[in-house]
Structures are given as structure tokens and as C-alpha cells.
Nanobody, 127 residues
Framework: QVQPVESGGGLVQAGGSLRVSCVVS????????MGWFRQAPGKEREFVAA????????YYAGSAKGRFTISRDNAKNTLYLQMNSLKPEDTAVYYC????????????????????WGQGTQVTVSS
């Protein structure tokens, strides 16, 4: 059973930083392209960032570019999202997702291309 589990969310002031993590149990972690998504109250789930199986390729939503960094440690089965210069509009539940599709350089912003999802971790940015 493949199960992503997020952690590291919390309350932070605007302009601050936070790192969220996602540990994936089950099959070999480096078999998956990974992504971060978020969902704010009353809004659709939206793409934040994605990373290829090896970590050599990344892709960001416009709202995340320059402020967020996605990374992975395949030896620890762990995905990270470092978030800097946080804004109140970044407040959301953050989800990690794993995709078995594509080759080693595959990244995708499409939620339908991901096979496994975590339960999410709440990030709240106060003004």
C-alpha cells in the first residue's frame, strides 16, 4: 500500500518561512514523480510544484516560482516544499501526490496524472 503522509504545517506570519514534508511508504520512492498541491477554503485544489523521480527536473506554478522550492531525498523516501516570503493567500491545506507515470524526467501539474494522495497538512499565514 502506497501512502503519502504530510507533516510540518502550522501557523506563520506573513513574510516568514515554513517547510512541509511528505514521507511515502510502500514501493520504492524513486519510482514516483511527485507533486505538491494546495486547497484553500471555498477554492479548487491547485498545483504548486512538481519534481521528477531523480529530482533533476522541477516545475512550479507562477504563484510559487521564486518563493517555493521543491526537493526530494530518495534515500529517506521524503519530499519537501520549502516556502519563503509567505503571504496570507498561501493559506491552504497542502497535499503531496505521487505519480507512477512517465519516465525519469516526467513532471506534471495535472492532478489527474497522480495516483496516490496524502491527507494534507494545514498551512496558515497571518497578516
Amino acid at each position: 500500500q502506497v501512502q503519502p503522509v504530510e507533516s510540518g504545517g502550522g501557523l506563520v506570519q506573513a513574510g516568514g518561512s515554513l517547510r512541509v514534508s511528505c514521507v511515502v511508504s510502500g514501493r520504492t520512492f524513486n519510482n514516483y514523480a511527485m507533486g505538491w498541491f494546495r486547497q484553500a477554503p471555498g477554492k479548487e485544489r491547485e498545483f504548486v510544484a512538481a519534481i521528477s523521480r531523480s529530482g533533476g527536473r522541477t516545475y512550479y506554478a507562477g504563484s510559487a516560482k521564486g518563493r517555493f522550492t521543491i526537493s526530494r531525498d530518495n534515500a529517506k523516501n521524503t519530499l519537501y516544499l520549502q516556502m519563503n516570503s509567505l503571504k496570507p493567500e498561501d493559506t491552504a491545506v497542502y497535499y503531496c501526490a505521487a505519480s507512477v507515470r512517465g519516465d525519469s524526467s516526467y513532471v506534471t501539474p495535472l492532478p489527474t496524472m497522480y495516483n496516490y494522495w496524502g491527507q494534507g497538512t494545514q498551512v496558515t499565514v497571518s497578516s
